[in-house]
C-alpha cells in the first residue's frame, strides 16, 4: 500500500487564523481525498483532489473555507481558513491504495483544536 | 445518496465473549471495508471485501459480505482487551464525479478484563 506523511500531527489555533495541513505520498496518485472526522463522529469526505484540476467539493464545504492545493501526483494540501472552534477536528488525507485488492490507506491524521 | 449504518454504535463486551458488529448500506455495491481507529489515531485498514460471500479473518476478527441483502458483518471470537477501538465499515460506489467512499456511523468497542 502506498505511504502517506500527513503534517502537522496536531495544531492548537487561534480562532480567526488559518492553518495549512500537508499530505505527501510515496508514490504517485490521480486522486487524493480529504476528510473530516469531529470528536466522536464518523468520517464525513471534503472534497476530492485531482493533480491538475480545482477540487470537487462535497455539499457543505466550500472552497472559500477549505481551499485545497494539488501542485503535483504525489502531493497535496488542505488549507483550514478563519478557523472557529467548530472547526476543531481531525483532518485526514486518503489515497486509494496501490494494492492488488485496491482499498484506501489513510494518512495519520491533523488533530487541530481551535481556541 | 449512499447511507451506510452501524449497530451497535457502542459495545461494551466482556473478555472471552463472541459478538457481531453489523453494517447495512442503502445501494447496490460490491466492495466493503473495514477500518479500526485507536483513540487519536488514524484508521487502520482491516479488510477488504470485493464479491458477494467474501469471507476474510485474521486472528480473533472476521467479516464477511452480503452484497444482495446490503450487509456485511464484522464477528469477534473470545475478545480480548487490546481490541478495544472503533470500528467503521466504508462502501466504496462509482459516481459521476469518480469514486466516492462512505462511511459507516461507527462502533465503539470496549472490551472488559
Known amino acids: 500500500s502506498a505511504v502517506i506523511s500527513q503534517k502537522p500531527s496536531r495544531d492548537i489555533c487561534q480562532r480567526g487564523t488559518s492553518l495549512t495541513i500537508q499530505c505527501q505520498v510515496d508514490?504517485?496518485?490521480?486522486?487524493m481525498f480529504w476528510y473530516r472526522q469531529q470528536p466522536g463522529q464518523s468520517l464525513t469526505l471534503i472534497a476530492t483532489?485531482?493533480?491538475?484540476?480545482?477540487?470537487?467539493?462535497e455539499s457543505g464545504f466550500v472552497i472559500d473555507k477549505f481551499p485545497i492545493s494539488r501542485p503535483n501526483l504525489t502531493f497535496s494540501t488542505l488549507t483550514v481558513s478563519n478557523m472557529s472552534p467548530e472547526d476543531s477536528s481531525i483532518y485526514l488525507c486518503?489515497?486509494?491504495?496501490?494494492?492488488?485488492?485496491?482499498?484506501?490507506?489513510f494518512g495519520s491524521g491533523t488533530r487541530l483544536t481551535v481556541v | 445518496e449512499l447511507k451506510v449504518e452501524q449497530n451497535p454504535l457502542f459495545l461494551s463486551m466482556q473478555e472471552g465473549k463472541n459478538y457481531t458488529i453489523y453494517c447495512n448500506y442503502s445501494?447496490?455495491?460490491?466492495?466493503l471495508y473495514w477500518y479500526r481507529q485507536d483513540p487519536g489515531k488514524s484508521l487502520e485498514s482491516l479488510f477488504v471485501?470485493?464479491?458477494?460471500?467474501a469471507v476474510k479473518q485474521e486472528g480473533r476478527l472476521m467479516a464477511s459480505l452480503d452484497t444482495k441483502a446490503r450487509l456485511s458483518t464484522l464477528h469477534i471470537t473470545a475478545a480480548v482487551h487490546d481490541l478495544s477501538a472503533t470500528y467503521f465499515c466504508?462502501?466504496?460506489?462509482?459516481?459521476?464525479?469518480?469514486?466516492?467512499?462512505?462511511f459507516g456511523t461507527g462502533t465503539s468497542l470496549t472490551v472488559i478484563p
Open positions: 445501494t447496490t455495491s460490491d466492495r
Open positions: 486518503s489515497v486509494i491504495g496501490i494494492t492488488v485488492v485496491g482499498g484506501y490507506t
Open positions: 508514490s504517485q496518485v490521480t486522486m
Open positions: 483532489a485531482n493533480q491538475g484540476s480545482e477540487a470537487t467539493y
Open positions: 471485501l470485493l464479491s458477494n460471500g
Open positions: 466504508a462502501v466504496d460506489m462509482y459516481a459521476n464525479t469518480g469514486n466516492q467512499f462512505y
